[in-house]
């Protein structure tokens, strides 16, 4: 058994409006920033799990986003080693 | 100028519990999940800028990041490129 | 004009899966709490306006909420005085 | 046993910098809105529990906002009826 540091990000998807990330963006050039193109905020999840190796903890990494960790109906979500 | 694609990850300083991350990491063993060695949620913020170049970007971004998008007091944060 | 103290409570709608909620439910009888029956997790906003009165604060932050504070796509949300 | 409706607000302590509400803040002129003088954002959580009386769930539920809702160093909370 390895410990393995997996990222999982997780977004709205690209055609569901974010007003968290619009307020940062409307906000930046009030504090003296150029406005960006695009912002959005999501949710970075960082976690180590004991599995078989990277290729089985990555597998279950994506079970608990899809399960837990996410709503697949208006997220997506990726997995990475960290 | 180029348009330059930034990712900035927020998480709790390391010292401070992360009620959120206890609550995922407790409940992935009742859904059939092995218990993560240890899980912390933070936020993951997605823009893209127009600068001069790679590092202009990521100076801009670093700065947005210690003033608007993180809290440095409680929270760390991470800019690279995406 | 007067200070009003205002609360915006901004929630998934009730068809809308809350993967959030839904680790929160799961990880309380790990903890030794009976099962709550349902458990959701939203936004909280207080806000202090300047306004003539209430009724003109409270239409102001109806309108705030509306634009910035939920995506009515998704999200429901109440607005009432503190 | 009753079915009992209960609300958890959850802030951050007031001498912590609220990025977020700050975020929204700031937009909220940019967008032809009055600046508000205060705003912050926190966790709104509803949920039904299985108890003797109101008071009973309502005890159980602070119990619930001390160990998982919210990082008491960092957070306040407030529990009532819904």
Do not use: C
Not at 3 to 13: E, G, H, Q, T
């Amino acid at each position: 058994m390895a410990a393995v540091k997996i990222v999982v990000d997780v977004m709205l998807k690209p055609e569901i409006l974010d007003p968290q990330g619009q307020a940062v963006a409307t906000a930046l050039p009030s504090l003296g920033f150029p406005a960006p193109t695009s912002l959005r905020v999501g949710k970075h999840v960082e976690l180590e799990l004991e599995a078989d190796d990277e290729a089985a903890a990555l597998a279950q990494a994506e079970r608990m986003a899809e399960v837990l960790l996410a709503n697949p109906v208006i997220e997506d979500y990726r997995v990475r080693l960290a």
